[in-house]
């Protein structure tokens, strides 16, 4: 018994340095190209220029229009996640039945499981011509429609974790609010909500880094045009769309407007890191520990 459990040891560890060692690859990868590209491109004009234009005639390397147009769809996104999947995780743990539980949450995760180019074309094709009922000025290509269908797709992400956080809290603070004559809902929303809130805020963290690095949405129907702007009505353009866009195929190999997808990956890589390690941090040092 003791070689097996030394064999599997032995596998299981090998399986985590895999890991470990393909992280290294990739940021390793990135940095290498990443530092090519800026021995051509300064620094400064990458992160403060509000052009980026690396495709056309006159080339402009600025990082911004990229970032605001993933910034714009991120939030777009999370306003759209948030309450929804907060509300959704109170009902499973608060007011739902058991056996609606078991159903409803295993259908609610499907939502994670859709390709994402479906979603795209939903965006595109369904949620695009509603907002315009509304929306008179709305473009074809927008922010706000993929925005609002990263928003979807992200429910399943936030609900799930919150869920689980909710239910991690003992029940004797549940049954100590009923004692002093709270309504369940003044107990799920000021007793067991707080008590949850680490968790609650990494599932929002996580759920905030996967709209970040949504590609197949927003490049169907966020429109591929990078602009400094934050208004959600006009076409924009994310960092994950434009590293689909070049490559497509249509750029010269190693040019300095193929290197432009390592810095503007490397970009991504960063922001979504110190979110994660944001998470962590929340995580370990706020979450409440009962005996």
């Known amino acids: 018994m003791r ?167 003992p029940n004797s603070l549940r049954q100590a609010s009923f004692g002093m004559g709270s309504t369940k809902f003044q107990t799920a929303f000021r007793v067991m909500v707080p008590a949850a809130s680490s968790g609650i805020i990494v599932s929002a963290i996580l759920a905030i880094s996967r709209a970040i690095g949504e590609t197949m949405i927003v490049a169907i129907a966020a429109g591929q045009q990078p602009r400094f702007t934050f208004d959600p009505t006009v076409p924009i353009e994310t960092i994950t769309a434009y590293i689909v866009q070049v490559s497509m195929g249509d750029v010269p190999y190693g040019s300095i407007a193929y290197k432009t997808i390592f810095a503007a990956g490397i970009t991504l890589f960063i922001f979504t890191f110190i979110l994660n390690n944001i998470s962590y941090w929340i995580k370990t040092k706020y979450q409440e520990k009962y005996e």
């Open 3 to 169: 070689v097996k459990e030394k064999i599997i040891e032995k596998v299981l560890a090998a399986c985590a340095l895999v890991t470990v060692l393909t992280t290294l690859g990739i940021i390793l990868i990135l940095a290498v190209e990443a530092f090519v590209f800026f021995q051509d491109v300064s620094i400064l004009e990458f992160l403060t220029s509000t052009q980026w234009t690396p495709l056309f005639t006159e080339k402009n390397y600025g990082i911004l229009p990229l970032l605001s147009g993933t910034a714009l769809t991120t939030l777009i996104a999370i306003t759209v996640a948030l309450p929804v999947g907060l509300t959704i995780a109170v009902y499973l743990n608060e007011y739902a039945h058991e056996r609606v539980r078991k159903v409803l949450k295993p259908m609610l995760e499907i939502l994670a499981v859709v390709p994402t180019v479906v979603y795209g074309f939903f965006a595109l094709m369904i949620v695009t011509p509603f907002l315009k009922t509304f929306i008179p000025g709305l473009a074809g290509f927008n922010a706000l429609s993929p925005g609002i269908v990263m928003g979807i797709m992200i429910i399943p992400f936030v609900s799930s974790l919150s869920e689980d956080a909710l239910s991690s809290v």
